[in-house]
């Protein structure tokens, strides 16, 4: 099984607030909550960091100004392989939103909930949040 390389945005604003998206019926693991990105288009020499711009202009609308990579893990699930690329954007154009009719809300980072969200994103949540508790 080809491992799928994915680039995923965590999208903070200065209240320490996180964009996140629900996943879509009938996608891998629908209903789950996520940080909004996608699939590196790899075979097109594309990099995460390409990916995610790409990805966070088409999901949820906005041009990426500043991404810094956080962290990169491998999962895997029953049916796939995944590498994610975890970036923090903190400086973007544009209002985020759901562009391709998902639902989306802003959350504190203290309210982030693991059981919402698929397991191989349950790593990034406790680093947040451990993040967060240091800051204050």
Request: proline share 4%; hydrophobic share 40%; aromatic share 8%.
């Amino acid at each position: 099984m080809k491992r799928i390389e994915i680039a995923v945005g965590i999208i903070i604003n200065s209240e320490r607030n996180i964009f996140i998206t629900q996943r879509q019926k009938g996608s891998h693991l629908a209903d789950f909550w996520e940080f909004p990105g996608g699939k590196v288009e790899t075979a097109l020499g594309e990099s995460p960091q390409q990916a995610l711009h790409r990805e966070l202009n088409e999901e949820v609308g906005i041009s990426v100004a500043r991404s810094e990579l956080l962290t990169t893990l491998e999962y895997d699930y029953p049916d796939r392989q995944l590498k994610l690329h975890f970036f923090m954007v903190d400086d973007w154009q544009g209002e985020p939103k759901g562009c391709e009719g998902q639902l989306s809300r802003w959350v504190n980072i203290s309210q982030l909930d693991v059981d919402q969200f698929p397991e191989a994103n349950r790593p990034i949540i406790a680093l947040l949040k451990r993040q967060a508790a240091q800051a204050e």
